[in-house]
């Protein structure tokens, strides 16, 4: 589970419920950890805790069925767009802490217009940090 000493990190994982949430939590950014009160700035708590319930619930037999019971981590997509999830509907085996760790590639015989496609492709699987330097 996410703690305020996961802020600032990128991770991925899986939901409970992919059907009713978003399916693909890849490389998103741990922005903070808040209460059901701040997360309405995203979500609406009480609406998505009633469908999620029956699903998450399985994954943890003692999760409340109180959506102001439970925490919530407000994450930013590689994209820059924010949403929030509840801490227990998040499967907790399936986290994924991504070191912050850099690369360099060199890609010959391109043209100019390809770096744009290579810079596509990057962004949609996730890696939206990205210096590109012609050579």
Known sequence: M?????IGKVASF????PGILQDNYTRVKI?????????????????LHAAVYP???IGNPGMPNNYK???????????GQQTALGLLWINDGSIAVHENTSARFTVSSITVDDVE???QHLI????????????
């Open 31 to 47: 922005k903070a950890i808040i209460g059901w009160e701040l997360a309405r700035n995203f979500i609406d708590p009480a609406t």
């Open 117 to 119: 496609k290579i810079r």
């Open 69 to 79: 019971a439970y925490n919530y981590v407000n994450i930013e997509f590689p994209d």
């Open 55 to 57: 699903t998450a619930v």
């Open 2 to 6: 996410f703690t305020s000493a996961d």
């Open 124 to 135: 949609r699987n996730g890696y939206n940090n990205i210096g590109i330097e012609l050579l």
């Open 14 to 17: 899986s939901v409970y419920a």
